[in-house]
């Protein structure tokens, strides 16, 4: 069969599901253009096959789908055909020429996940280690943040260890410490995900700005009847941090900074993971400072270095793609 039949056969068998999107589900010529972009490329490679688009089976679609993928087609695109695809043969079930849909059960590869946020080192210092330089900010809270961020890329952890984290061990009848500081082994233990616990060093810094903090959180607690006598970082009220006001903080802080990034407690975590590899290529080691089960969650800082080499590479060699000829 010739190209030229082969089109008219695609636009015949296509012709009155493409109508029923115009007229009865009154979908915009774009749209309709878009289904019918995508339900041709069905047929092309059903055609190639040699088999009738309505007699395609699962195990076809999901080689469709793998055909898809290894050209290089992204996950978002390859799950829009796949709804096109079953939009169809579920108008086709409607028309009793189909017992089951084909597509049915088949999902598009997982979305590639992009590599996460890591600042410069010298980004990294000044943005836990200066003051916020608006004139309202109260001391109390920029000593609690400041406490606050360096402890985060000081030892990587996840906002939720922070907020969660005792002025010292305690352990009664109502409360259980889950983490806290060891002042005297510069150390903070924590329990991250799956309640697994583990403890990580603090850099002098951090513990400089613990010990400012400190005085602050005794005039909180004193101060509030109802001050949480545990936590480690208090709100204005006495109240432990939550989680989403220690985001609020960093964002904000970032901002009266100049900071070009969005500001994330995760953001200090990745550049506390990347910048220690950078320095030690212990990857062993980073993954039990984070706390990862696997590896493989830690693997991805190895990326994030070779993306930094790459960056100084273009940026250096005389021969770099992205240099351009005088």
Known sequence: MSAIETQDTCQAELAPYLDNLRHQRMLSPHTVSNYARD??????????GNIALGAVTHFQIRKFAAQLHAKGLNARSIARKLSAWRGYYDWLSEQGDLKSNPVDGV??????KPLPKALAADDAVQLVSQANPLKDAAATAQRCNRAMF??????????????????????????????????????????GKGNKMRSVPVGQPAMNALAEWLPARTELVAKHAQADQHALFLSERGNRMSARVAQLRLKAHGQALGMATNMHPHVLRHSFASHVLQSSGDLRAVQEMLGHASISATQVYTSLDFQRLAQVYDAAHPRAKKQTPK
Request: without cysteine.
């Open 107 to 112: 999902k598009a590869p997982k979305k590639s």
């Open 150 to 191: 360096e402890l985060l890329y000081s030892s990587g952890l996840r906002v939720s260890e922070l907020v969660g984290l005792d002025l010292r061990y305690h352990q009664d009848g109502a409360h259980q410490s889950l983490g806290w500081i060891d002042f005297d082994s510069n150390e903070v233990t924590v329990t």
């Open 39 to 48: 339900l041709s490329e069905l047929h092309s490679m059903a055609q190639a």
